[in-house]
């Protein structure tokens, strides 16, 4: 079993920075993946970045140019910095891990952006 734990939501502005963070309960160097997703209200839940044990990154194109994920193994952590954010980017984010095939889930944080 694997707990995850998101954190660092909030209210911002547009144009303003944000960053957020997942923390793992066990081993960062056992998590094959790591995604961030987002869901807004009356929308599915879709793709924002994913990042791999080896560093490959990927974006929607909605994000690319503006948010950057990154982990830090030491901390068992991954982080998603949002930069020039939009209205659009309202919803609240969550955080997956991909551990011995399994996906593990956190609760969400919200994201609000106001214009």
């Known amino acids: 079993q694997v707990q995850l734990m998101e954190s660092g939501g909030g209210l911002v502005q547009t144009g303003e920075s944000l960053r957020i963070s997942c923390a793992a309960s066990?081993?960062?160097?056992?998590?094959?993946?790591w995604g961030w997703y987002r869901q807004a209200p009356g929308k599915q839940r879709e793709l924002v970045a994913t990042i791999t044990s080896g560093g490959t990154t990927n974006y929607a194109d909605s994000v690319k140019g503006r948010f950057t994920i990154s982990r830090d193994n030491a901390k068992n952590t991954v982080y998603l910095q949002m930069n020039s954010l939009k209205p659009e980017d309202t919803a609240v984010y969550y955080c997956?891990?991909?551990?011995?095939?399994?996906?593990?889930w956190g609760q969400g944080t919200q994201v609000t952006v106001s214009s």
């Open positions: 997956n891990a991909f551990v011995a095939n399994r996906l593990y």
């Open positions: 066990r081993n960062a160097f056992s998590i094959a993946a």
